[in-house]
């Protein structure tokens, strides 16, 4: 870990700081017991990366001055952040592990305002890509393996989701993180869904989290192992259907209402916006926003999560509703 003739040692300290942070927050993701241990992480992953992104830079360039901004007169000198580093390393915007790495970083900065306690699965999905990009990254650019000092198992992310937690819309949850935190998480994990399926669905970018159930000889294939008891009894797998009363409570009527409500009088929209949006955004693609049942008659369904949705951009853009009628007539 030597520096180039000119930067004695500096790539050094910069990537074994990297690792120290990198482990550091492996330590902390995996260590149920620890409270903070998701905004922890976000913050220690995002250093660990800046700091490897600054080593490649100057292994690259050869000089120190590669990151570090223009000297400003009067101030003192300032290196890099690591959406920079980021943008210099990975060119592309749409190169996953830079989108990986932008996701996470945006996370991190929401951390600093909101408690976020717990994530759900779309999440987990992305830190466990940016915890193998860094490894892969540190063996390839620099050919330094941690194969040593971090056991495989320990870089695949322990989670501790129950079916209600994975639910943003169940008011448990929300009531536990707070109305901003679900309907920042919620809103976030729909756009990482979007963007990975418009990406191509990249490991770089997110890792699914999920279990196979499969009927195999070799059991060491399947995630889950069904075994016969001593009796050879028969056993049955039950598949528990969720409630769409409680997941989607809304039909067209009531989430206006909501709105309406919530806006008290800015603005008034009623179902021909409902139905505006719905088609312009692909709502019906988006089942943590909309349900519809099989049986002829059934009426549509729409979650909490989809009003604060709307809620969401209406302040994002106060003429988002005037907007969207319009792009649906261009349709």
Same mark, same amino acid.
């Given at each position: 870990?030597?520096?180039?003739?000119?930067? #004695?040692?500096?790539?050094?300290?910069?990537?074994?700081?990297?690792? *120290?942070?990198?482990?550091?927050?492996?330590?902390?993701?995996? +260590?149920?017991?620890?409270?903070?241990?998701?905004?922890?992480?976000?913050?220690?992953?995002?250093?660990?990366?800046?700091?490897?992104?600054?080593?490649?830079?100057?292994?690259?360039?050869?000089?120190?001055?590669?990151?570090?901004?223009?000297?400003?007169?009067?101030?003192?000198? +300032?290196?890099?952040?690591?959406?920079?580093?980021?943008?210099?390393?990975?060119?592309?915007?749409k190169d996953p592990v830079r989108r990986n790495?932008?996701?996470?970083?945006?996370?991190?900065?929401?951390?600093?305002?909101?408690?976020? $306690?717990?994530?759900?699965? *779309?999440?987990?999905?992305?830190?466990?890509?940016?915890?193998?990009?860094?490894?892969?990254?540190?063996?390839?650019?620099?050919?330094?393996?941690? $194969?040593?000092?971090?056991?495989?198992?320990m870089m695949t992310l322990v989670y501790d989701?129950? #079916?209600?937690?994975? *639910?943003? $819309?169940?008011?448990?949850?929300? +009531?536990?993180?707070?109305?901003?935190?679900?309907?920042?998480?919620?809103?976030?994990?729909?756009?990482?869904?979007?963007?990975?399926?418009?990406?191509?669905?990249?490991?770089?970018? $997110?890792?699914?989290?999920?279990?196979?159930?499969?009927?195999?000889?070799?059991?060491?294939?399947?995630?889950?192992?069904?075994?016969?008891?001593?009796?050879?009894?028969?056993?049955?797998?039950?598949?528990?259907?969720?409630? #769409?009363?409680?997941?989607?409570?809304?039909?067209?009527? !009531?989430?206006?209402? !909501?709105?309406?409500?919530?806006?008290?009088?800015?603005?008034?929209?009623?179902?021909? *916006?409902?139905?505006?949006?719905?088609?312009?955004?692909?709502?019906?693609?988006?089942? !943590?926003?909309?349900?519809?049942?099989?049986?002829?008659?059934? #009426?549509?369904?729409?979650?909490?999560?989809?009003?604060?949705?709307?809620?969401?951009?209406?302040?994002?853009?106060?003429?988002?509703?005037?907007?969207?009628?319009?792009?649906?007539?261009?349709?």
């Amino acid at each position: 870990m030597v520096g180039r003739r000119g930067n #004695p040692g500096l790539k050094g300290r910069l990537l074994k700081s990297s690792i *120290d942070a990198y482990v550091l927050a492996l330590e902390t993701i995996n +260590r149920l017991s620890v409270k903070y241990r998701v905004e922890t992480f976000a913050y220690l992953i995002c250093n660990a990366w800046e700091l490897l992104l600054k080593a490649k830079i100057l292994d690259d360039t050869g000089s120190r001055k590669s990151i570090f901004h223009p000297k400003v007169k009067g101030q003192r000198p +300032r290196t890099l952040a690591l959406r920079d580093c980021v943008k210099k390393v990975f060119p592309k915007d749409k190169d996953p592990v830079r989108r990986n790495l932008e996701r996470i970083a945006d996370l991190r900065d929401e951390s600093v305002h909101l408690v976020i $306690s717990v994530i759900p699965r *779309d999440i987990v999905g992305i830190f466990q890509a940016c915890v193998l990009n860094y490894h892969n990254s540190l063996v390839s650019w620099f050919d330094v393996s941690l $194969s040593d000092r971090v056991p495989l198992g320990m870089m695949t992310l322990v989670y501790d989701l129950s #079916p209600d937690q994975l *639910d943003l $819309s169940s008011s448990l949850l929300r +009531r536990w993180l707070g109305k901003d935190a679900a309907s920042y998480l919620m809103e976030f994990g729909s756009q990482i869904r979007q963007e990975f399926d418009d990406l191509g669905k990249p490991a770089e970018f $997110s890792i699914g989290i999920g279990y196979r159930l499969a009927v195999v000889r070799d059991g060491e294939e399947s995630d889950i192992t069904l075994l016969a008891g001593d009796g050879g009894e028969r056993a049955n797998i039950v598949e528990v259907a969720k409630d #769409p009363g409680r997941t989607h409570p809304y039909r067209q009527k !009531e989430v206006c209402e !909501e709105v309406n409500r919530s806006l008290g009088g800015i603005t008034m929209i009623n179902g021909y *916006d409902i139905w505006c949006v719905v088609g312009v955004f692909g709502v019906k693609k988006r089942p !943590e926003f909309y349900y519809k049942g099989t049986v002829t008659g059934s #009426p549509t369904q729409y979650s909490r999560g989809f009003v604060d949705w709307l809620l969401t951009q209406h302040r994002k853009d106060p003429h988002f509703f005037t907007n969207t009628r319009q792009r649906m007539r261009q349709t």
